[in-house]
C-alpha cells in the first residue's frame, strides 16, 4: 500500500464520484488549499487542546475536550466530503 503522506494515492482513494455514505469507505484527493486548511484546522485544535489542559481537570473540561474532538471530526469530514 502507498504512503498516503507521501502524496502517493492507495486504493482508499477514489478515482470517480463517491456515493455519499456514513461510512465512507472511499475518500477523494485534497486540493493543495485544502491540505493547507485541514493542517491549519488541527493545528488549532492543538493549540486549544493546549488551553484546555491549563484549567483543572474534571467533568466540564472533559467535556470540553470531547466536545473539541467532535467538532473537529465532523468539521473535517465536511471538509473531506
Known amino acids: ?46 493549540e486549544l487542546e493546549t488551553l484546555f489542559g491549563k484549567v483543572k481537570q474534571g467533568r466540564y473540561n472533559a467535556l470540553a475536550m470531547t466536545n473539541l474532538e467532535l467538532s473537529i471530526m465532523w468539521v473535517i469530514k465536511e471538509l473531506t466530503s
Open 1 to 46: 500500500m502507498a504512503h498516503v503522506y507521501e502524496n502517493q494515492p492507495d486504493d482508499r482513494q477514489a478515482d470517480t464520484a463517491i456515493e455519499t455514505s456514513r461510512f465512507r469507505l472511499k475518500y477523494r484527493q485534497l486540493t493543495d488549499e485544502e491540505k493547507a486548511l485541514h493542517d491549519e484546522i488541527k493545528a488549532k485544535a492543538v
